[in-house]
């Protein structure tokens, strides 16, 4: 915990700090890759650190756990480290790793930094860093305990039992345990796997997918876009009979344990984790009113299009509005529209949990109408597909 002249100098040194994160956190890549450059090939997305997107994320999420050090927001705080710690145990991360992390980033902060940071400076960072990562390595514990793992022991190979085409860019792959007679371990609906390949490179590349099938199916379900290294390699070669190294499911996007509305809001292949959370809704009859929005390019394109649709029917009180970049004047009605996603005529009751799904200019632009309609921040759940760019203050 941090003392009081710590927290000082944190609020002293915050603003310099901030204003040099991507230059620091960049800097703390190069560092740890060139030192471990394994980590680079079999733990990290090469592809997000080639854009700079993963820095960013690291630098926003550093930025917003010191923030409210000086501020305390224990919700917000939850809400970050919740969701960086089912990554990190979708991913087998431990506890040593939190250390081979301090090393880089701390040589990072001195190079950019420079004379600025003093004794007393780098103690009060220090003290930051290690009170995320404690509170991390605890979250994630408990995470592989509930899951009835070792910490870091997620991975296993199964599977492919079943390929299925659901858009023409869009596959469904369904995996089962390597002993026929076992099931996969249940899941809770809006989770996902971790799944790992061997690229033509020698690099072992991870990506996450949301599971879409019933929790209580003795098999997984996920769909793959083709889009990226990892998936496009899943496309190319992974069928009916190949095997598949996979993680333990987690994920904190999850149904609400309540009947309260529940607004549903995805774009691409972000209707994935709604399909999970329909299809176990469906299954146990569920009542509350369920509004389902989905954005896409085109309806030709739509993964999952029919699904979405028959699972919306299927509640009591479902209903479901539909957004084409791309679409014919025959079917444009008041659940079919064309443009992109818009909440101004859609209702949201006060008491709604809002759920989003999908890239981050979308959640972006959903989240600013849903600020502008004076939706609280405690109402709103979102799963980020690529890395989620945080910030104090909202979700």
Known sequence: MLTDAQRSTLAATLPAVHGALDDITTGFYRRMFAARPELLDNLFNRSHQKSGDQPKALAGSIAAFAALQLEPDARQQKFILDHIAHKHASLGVT??????VHEH??????????????????????????????LL????????????????????????????QVSPDTISLTLAAMNP????????????????????????????????GAPADPTWQFSVKYAGEVSAHLHEHSFEGDLLHVSTPFGDLVLPDDDLPVVLASAGIGCTPVIGLLTAMAQSGDERPVTVLHADRSRNRQPHRGQLAALVESLPNGQLFQWYEEASPHIVSDRVRVGQMSLSDIEIGDDARVMLCGPGGFLSAIRSELTDREVDDSRIHFEAFGPELLRTGAQ
């Open 181 to 212: 007679a076992e099931s996969l371990p249940t899941f809770a609906p809006g989770q996902y796997i971790s799944v790992q390949v061997e690229l033509s490179d020698g690099a072992q590349q991870i990506r996450q997918y949301s599971l879409t």
């Open 137 to 164: 390595i605890e979250s994630e514990s408990d995470l592989y305990a509930r899951a009835g793992v070792a910490p870091g022991d997620v991975w296993r190979d199964v599977r492919v039992v079943k390929r299925v």
């Open 95 to 100: 506890r040593d790793q939190y250390a081979i």
């Open 105 to 134: 980033l701390f040589a990072s902060i001195v190079d950019v930094l420079g004379a600025a940071v003093t004794p007393e400076v780098a103690d009060a960072w220090d003290q930051v860093y290690w009170d995320m990562a404690d």
